[in-house]
Protein backbone atom coordinates (compact mmCIF):
# COMPACT_ATOMS: atom_id res chain seq x y z
CA UNK A 1 0.00 0.00 0.00
CA UNK A 2 1.58 3.41 -0.98
CA UNK A 3 2.23 5.56 1.94
CA UNK A 4 4.18 8.89 2.41
CA UNK A 5 7.84 8.85 3.72
CA UNK A 6 9.94 11.46 5.52
CA UNK A 7 13.20 11.81 6.01
CA UNK A 8 15.24 12.00 8.28
CA UNK A 9 13.26 10.82 11.47
CA UNK A 10 14.79 12.71 13.77
CA UNK A 11 16.82 15.83 13.17
CA UNK A 12 19.11 17.92 15.34
CA UNK A 13 20.12 21.27 15.18
CA UNK A 14 21.96 24.41 16.88
CA UNK A 15 19.35 27.43 17.45
CA UNK A 16 19.75 29.92 14.23
CA UNK A 17 20.61 26.92 11.54
CA UNK A 18 18.59 25.98 9.28
CA UNK A 19 16.66 22.93 8.57
CA UNK A 20 14.98 21.27 5.26
CA UNK A 21 12.83 18.46 6.42
CA UNK A 22 11.78 15.97 3.30
CA UNK A 23 8.78 13.90 2.03
CA UNK A 24 7.80 11.96 -0.09
CA UNK A 25 4.20 12.01 -0.80
CA UNK A 26 1.77 9.30 -2.13
CA UNK A 27 2.88 9.13 -6.51
CA UNK A 28 -0.57 10.35 -7.56
CA UNK A 29 -1.75 13.02 -5.12
CA UNK A 30 -1.95 16.44 -5.70
CA UNK A 31 -2.16 18.03 -2.67
CA UNK A 32 0.84 18.21 -0.28
CA UNK A 33 0.77 19.54 3.60
CA UNK A 34 2.64 20.17 6.49
CA UNK A 35 1.50 19.58 10.17
CA UNK A 36 3.67 20.57 13.30
CA UNK A 37 3.06 18.57 17.08
CA UNK A 38 4.65 20.11 19.70
CA UNK A 39 5.30 17.42 22.67
CA UNK A 40 1.92 17.14 24.32
CA UNK A 41 -0.35 19.34 21.91
CA UNK A 42 -2.18 19.49 19.17
CA UNK A 43 -1.86 18.78 16.17
CA UNK A 44 -1.47 21.75 13.88
CA UNK A 45 -1.88 22.98 10.44
CA UNK A 46 1.22 25.00 8.68
CA UNK A 47 0.49 25.00 5.40
CA UNK A 48 -1.27 23.24 2.37
CA UNK A 49 0.61 23.14 -1.41
CA UNK A 50 -1.12 22.88 -5.15
CA UNK A 51 -0.12 23.27 -8.56
CA UNK A 52 3.38 24.41 -7.34
CA UNK A 53 1.76 26.98 -5.01
CA UNK A 54 1.15 27.71 -1.73
CA UNK A 55 -2.98 27.44 -1.24
CA UNK A 56 -3.01 27.82 2.00
CA UNK A 57 -0.63 29.06 5.21
CA UNK A 58 -1.69 29.31 8.65
CA UNK A 59 -0.65 31.97 10.88
CA UNK A 60 2.65 29.86 12.35
CA UNK A 61 3.98 29.58 8.70
CA UNK A 62 5.49 32.67 9.10
CA UNK A 63 8.91 34.14 6.85
CA UNK A 64 11.14 31.78 8.25
CA UNK A 65 9.30 28.76 6.49
CA UNK A 66 9.34 27.76 3.22
CA UNK A 67 8.04 24.65 1.17
CA UNK A 68 9.10 23.82 -2.47
CA UNK A 69 8.67 20.85 -4.71
CA UNK A 70 12.08 20.43 -6.60
CA UNK A 71 11.08 18.01 -8.28
CA UNK A 72 8.38 15.48 -9.05
CA UNK A 73 8.64 13.03 -6.37
CA UNK A 74 9.92 15.36 -3.44
CA UNK A 75 8.37 18.02 -1.21
CA UNK A 76 10.19 19.99 1.79
CA UNK A 77 9.72 22.12 4.37
CA UNK A 78 12.41 24.78 5.03
CA UNK A 79 12.78 26.69 8.44
CA UNK A 80 15.68 29.28 8.08
CA UNK A 81 16.53 30.78 11.04
CA UNK A 82 15.59 27.56 14.08
CA UNK A 83 14.16 29.08 17.35
CA UNK A 84 14.05 27.16 20.99
CA UNK A 85 10.17 26.43 19.77
CA UNK A 86 10.60 24.98 16.67
CA UNK A 87 11.11 21.93 18.19
CA UNK A 88 8.78 19.59 17.22
CA UNK A 89 7.46 16.59 15.46
CA UNK A 90 7.00 17.71 12.02
CA UNK A 91 4.37 15.59 8.97
CA UNK A 92 3.85 15.85 6.12
CA UNK A 93 0.46 14.36 4.21
CA UNK A 94 -0.93 14.21 1.03
CA UNK A 95 -4.12 13.77 -0.57
CA UNK A 96 -5.96 12.56 -4.11
CA UNK A 97 -8.43 15.19 -4.11
CA UNK A 98 -9.27 18.61 -2.71
CA UNK A 99 -8.00 19.14 0.78
CA UNK A 100 -11.62 17.82 1.74
CA UNK A 101 -10.64 14.92 0.67
CA UNK A 102 -8.91 11.87 2.88
CA UNK A 103 -4.99 13.27 3.83
CA UNK A 104 -2.86 10.44 4.56
CA UNK A 105 -0.02 11.36 7.15
CA UNK A 106 3.75 10.16 7.05
CA UNK A 107 5.48 8.67 10.13
CA UNK A 108 6.92 12.47 11.12
CA UNK A 109 10.38 14.51 11.82
CA UNK A 110 11.16 14.87 15.34
CA UNK A 111 12.86 18.25 15.12
CA UNK A 112 15.49 19.18 18.23
CA UNK A 113 16.79 22.96 18.23
CA UNK A 114 19.27 23.19 20.94
CA UNK B 1 -11.83 28.60 15.20
CA UNK B 2 -13.72 25.98 14.63
CA UNK B 3 -11.55 23.27 16.16
CA UNK B 4 -12.50 19.49 17.17
CA UNK B 5 -12.34 19.08 20.92
CA UNK B 6 -12.65 15.46 21.70
CA UNK B 7 -14.07 13.91 25.34
CA UNK B 8 -12.72 12.13 27.42
CA UNK B 9 -9.35 13.37 27.56
CA UNK B 10 -8.71 9.48 28.43
CA UNK B 11 -10.40 6.80 28.85
CA UNK B 12 -9.66 3.26 30.55
CA UNK B 13 -11.18 0.00 29.83
CA UNK B 14 -11.08 -3.92 29.85
CA UNK B 15 -10.31 -5.69 26.99
CA UNK B 16 -13.49 -6.64 24.75
CA UNK B 17 -15.31 -3.65 26.25
CA UNK B 18 -16.50 -0.45 24.00
CA UNK B 19 -14.48 2.39 23.72
CA UNK B 20 -16.86 5.38 23.07
CA UNK B 21 -14.70 9.05 22.06
CA UNK B 22 -17.08 12.26 21.56
CA UNK B 23 -15.53 14.94 19.41
CA UNK B 24 -17.24 18.77 19.12
CA UNK B 25 -16.76 21.84 16.92
CA UNK B 26 -17.31 25.31 16.45
CA UNK B 27 -18.28 26.28 12.75
CA UNK B 28 -19.70 24.46 9.68
CA UNK B 29 -17.60 21.61 8.13
CA UNK B 30 -17.20 19.84 5.05
CA UNK B 31 -15.73 16.72 6.66
CA UNK B 32 -14.97 14.69 9.62
CA UNK B 33 -11.84 12.80 10.02
CA UNK B 34 -10.50 10.43 12.90
CA UNK B 35 -7.08 9.25 12.94
CA UNK B 36 -4.83 7.24 15.75
CA UNK B 37 -1.70 7.66 17.13
CA UNK B 38 0.75 5.68 18.74
CA UNK B 39 2.92 6.83 21.04
CA UNK B 40 5.79 9.41 19.79
CA UNK B 41 4.77 7.78 16.01
CA UNK B 42 2.64 9.17 12.70
CA UNK B 43 -1.02 9.76 12.26
CA UNK B 44 -2.96 6.56 10.93
CA UNK B 45 -6.13 7.30 8.85
CA UNK B 46 -9.49 5.72 10.40
CA UNK B 47 -12.33 6.93 8.97
CA UNK B 48 -13.92 10.37 6.92
CA UNK B 49 -17.55 11.21 6.90
CA UNK B 50 -18.98 13.73 4.86
CA UNK B 51 -20.94 16.44 6.23
CA UNK B 52 -24.03 14.83 4.53
CA UNK B 53 -23.44 11.48 6.11
CA UNK B 54 -25.09 10.47 9.43
CA UNK B 55 -23.41 7.47 9.99
CA UNK B 56 -20.13 5.31 8.80
CA UNK B 57 -19.05 2.14 9.63
CA UNK B 58 -14.78 0.61 8.92
CA UNK B 59 -14.73 -2.80 10.71
CA UNK B 60 -14.65 -2.46 14.23
CA UNK B 61 -14.98 1.95 13.99
CA UNK B 62 -18.27 3.15 14.17
CA UNK B 63 -18.45 6.90 13.55
CA UNK B 64 -21.58 9.04 13.70
CA UNK B 65 -21.96 12.90 12.79
CA UNK B 66 -24.40 15.37 14.10
CA UNK B 67 -24.36 18.30 12.26
CA UNK B 68 -27.31 20.38 14.00
CA UNK B 69 -24.89 19.52 17.05
CA UNK B 70 -21.75 20.14 15.80
CA UNK B 71 -20.55 16.50 16.80
CA UNK B 72 -19.44 13.22 16.40
CA UNK B 73 -18.61 9.93 17.99
CA UNK B 74 -16.40 7.40 17.46
CA UNK B 75 -17.16 3.83 18.46
CA UNK B 76 -14.80 1.01 19.16
CA UNK B 77 -16.36 -1.94 19.42
CA UNK B 78 -14.33 -5.15 21.25
CA UNK B 79 -12.00 -3.15 22.12
CA UNK B 80 -8.31 -4.99 21.88
CA UNK B 81 -4.66 -4.36 23.84
CA UNK B 82 -3.36 -2.87 20.16
CA UNK B 83 -6.31 -0.30 20.25
CA UNK B 84 -3.89 1.37 22.72
CA UNK B 85 -3.32 4.83 21.19
CA UNK B 86 -4.58 8.43 21.19
CA UNK B 87 -7.23 9.33 19.05
CA UNK B 88 -8.11 12.71 17.37
CA UNK B 89 -10.92 14.26 15.00
CA UNK B 90 -9.90 16.27 12.48
CA UNK B 91 -12.18 19.10 10.93
CA UNK B 92 -11.88 20.60 7.24
CA UNK B 93 -13.90 23.04 5.76
CA UNK B 94 -13.57 25.08 2.64
CA UNK B 95 -11.99 27.67 2.48
CA UNK B 96 -12.07 28.04 -1.54
CA UNK B 97 -8.23 27.78 -1.95
CA UNK B 98 -8.82 23.77 -2.49
CA UNK B 99 -6.10 22.15 -0.40
CA UNK B 100 -7.66 22.87 3.26
CA UNK B 101 -5.52 22.31 6.24
CA UNK B 102 -7.36 20.17 8.89
CA UNK B 103 -8.30 21.32 12.23
CA UNK B 104 -7.14 18.55 15.30
CA UNK B 105 -8.85 18.67 18.48
CA UNK B 106 -6.57 17.47 21.70
CA UNK B 107 -7.71 13.45 21.68
CA UNK B 108 -8.31 11.60 23.52
CA UNK B 109 -5.87 8.74 24.92
CA UNK B 110 -6.91 5.27 24.98
CA UNK B 111 -6.27 2.62 27.27
CA UNK B 112 -7.11 -0.80 27.04
CA UNK B 113 -6.73 -3.19 29.99
CA UNK B 114 -5.63 -6.67 29.01
Known amino acids: EPEVTQTPSHQVTQMGQEVILRCVPI?????FYWYRQILGQKVEFLVS????????KSEIFDDQFSVERPDGSNFTLKIRSTKLEDSAMYFCASSRLAGTDTQYFGPGTRLTVL | SQQGEEDPQALSIQEGENATMNCSYK?????LQWYRQNSGRGLVHLILIRSNEREKHSGRLRVTLDTSKKSSSLLITASRAADTASYFC??????????????FGKGTHLIIQP
Open chain 2, 27 to 31: TSINN
Open chain 1, 49 to 56: FYNNEISE
Open chain 1, 27 to 31: SNHLY
Open chain 2, 90 to 103: ATCFITGGGADGLT
